[in-house]
Structure formats: structure tokens, C-alpha cells
Nanobody
């Protein structure tokens, strides 16, 4: 049974940093595309970053966020720096099914999801 558990969310002031973690069980993070998504109230869910061999980022977080993983800990991370109020959202990690490519295409489906962790950035 696949389980993804996020942690690390919280409240910070604009310009601050947070690191989100996503611990996986029953699933090998290094063998699959994994991604971070976020959803703010009243807005659609959006993909923030994804990682297989190559990382991809949505334009609004490029240069500020870094997706990475620790294979030994089977954990995915999202380092978020220079946070802005518009980054406020619930953040979810997600795992894809079998995919052999080196990067994660936007149309890739993610059947496995964590419960989410809230990030709130105040101005």
C-alpha cells in the first residue's frame, strides 16, 4: 500500500523559507516521477515542481523553490525560499505510476497523493 506523508508546512513572513518533506512508504521515490502541487482557496490545483531525473518548475517559483529527494530516506523535499503571500496554499506531494522518461511531462497522471500540508505566507 502506497502512503505519502507530507510535513514541514507552517506560517512564515514574506521573504522567509520553509522546507516541505514527503515521506513515502510502499513506493520508491527514486524510481518514479514525483511532484509537488498546491491549491489555494478558490483556485485550481497547480503543479509546482516535478522530479524524475530532471526537475521542472512552474514559472512563478523558478529560482525560489528547489525540488529534491533523498533516496536513502525515500523522501521528497521542496525547499521554498523568498516566499511570497501568493505562495499561500495547501501543498500536496504526488507520485506517478511507472514512467521511464527522465523528466515528468505535464500530462502525466499521479495516482498517489499525500494528505497535504498548509503553507501560509503573510506580508
Amino acid at each position: 500500500q502506497v502512503q505519502l506523508v507530507e510535513s514541514g508546512g507552517g506560517s512564515v513572513q514574506a521573504g522567509g523559507s520553509l522546507r516541505l518533506s514527503c515521506a513515502a512508504s510502499g513506493y520508491t521515490v527514486s524510481s518514479h516521477c514525483m511532484a509537488w502541487f498546491r491549491q489555494a482557496p478558490g483556485k485550481e490545483r497547480e503543479a509546482v515542481a516535478s522530479l524524475r531525473v530532471s526537475a521542472s518548475y512552474t514559472d512563478s517559483v523558478k529560482g525560489r523553490f528547489t525540488i529534491s529527494r533523498d533516496n536513502a530516506k525515500n523522501t521528497l523535499y521542496l525547499q521554498m525560499n523568498s516566499l511570497k503571500p501568493e505562495d499561500t496554499a495547501m501543498y500536496y506531494c504526488a507520485g506517478a505510476g511507472t514512467w521511464g522518461g527522465s523528466y515528468c511531462p505535464p500530462e502525466l497522471r499521479y495516482p498517489y497523493w499525500g494528505q497535504g500540508t498548509q503553507v501560509t505566507v503573510s506580508s
